[in-house]
């Protein structure tokens, strides 16, 4: 059966410092592993990632894949009260659904 | 439209009663999805629809749930005789072809409170 894992459960950091949230899977036929960010109730669209070893960055945000111990990292340097969020990681197979993992809870305190 | 819409945002409703969610693709997304969120959890698939027909409804988790799309682009969800584990957000999502290769934008969701 198809599976996401995230890690840690939740998480609290102070403002400035840098947190990894983890994902990993066992997807049949792997395309494609997504992260999302997820404020009230609308998950909002952060990286896609299909390829091994290629980091994706945005601003303090940065992301990568690893194909074939068949995980990923979110790293976010420089948290602020703004990243305070659920990280949602997902992962699409061969099919158009998407399989999510539960989400990692960041709190960061000012 | 700019974003994928769902209406209403909340929705209370009594245990029992029938219901009706709302989607607004973005305009000229073919591919249209539901997930349904509930506590603690991350999303999970319930329907898809490329087009007007629903190609995969095996998420739905039984026949009290129903899913149309008439003329391909809004969706309605429809709940009969809503239980109180039907409590969640339900979020739509579109894309312009199938699957998350060609980009994923969820809606806002609606959260459904069966009392």
């Known amino acids: 059966e198809d599976k996401v894992v995230q890690s840690p459960l939740s998480l609290v950091v102070h403002e400035g410092d840098t947190v990894t949230l983890n994902c990993s899977y066992e997807?049949?036929?792997?395309?494609?592993l997504l992260w999302y960010k997820q404020e009230k109730k609308a998950p909002t669209f952060l990286f896609m990632l299909?390829?091994?070893?290629i980091e994706k960055k945005s601003g303090r945000l940065s992301s990568i894949l690893d194909k074939k111990e068949l995980f990923s990292i979110l790293n976010i340097t420089a948290t602020q009260t703004g990243d305070s969020a659920i990280y949602l990681c997902?992962?699409?197979?061969?099919?158009?659904?998407?399989?999510f993992g539960s989400g990692t809870r960041l709190l960061v305190r000012p | 439209g700019a974003g994928v819409s769902q209406t209403p945002s909340n929705k209370v409703t009594e245990k029992g009663k029938y219901v009706e969610l709302r989607c607004d693709p973005i305009?000229?997304?073919?591919?249209l999805y539901w997930y349904r969120q509930s506590l603690g959890q991350g999303p999970e698939f319930l329907i898809y629809f490329q087009g007007t027909g629903a190609a995969d409804d095996s998420g739905l988790p039984n026949d009290r749930f129903f899913a149309v799309r008439p003329e391909g682009s809004v969706s309605t969800l429809k709940i009969q005789r809503t239980e109180r584990g039907d409590s969640a957000v339900y979020l739509c999502?579109?894309?312009?072809?199938?699957?998350?290769?060609?980009?994923?934008?969820f809606g806002s969701g609606t959260r459904l409170t069966v009392v």
């Open positions: 997902a992962v699409g197979g061969s099919s158009y659904k998407l399989i």
């Open positions: 999502a579109s894309s312009s072809a199938q699957g998350p290769l060609y980009g994923y934008t």
């Open positions: 997807v049949t036929n792997f395309r494609s």
């Open positions: 305009s000229g997304h073919t591919a």
């Open positions: 299909t390829s091994s070893g």
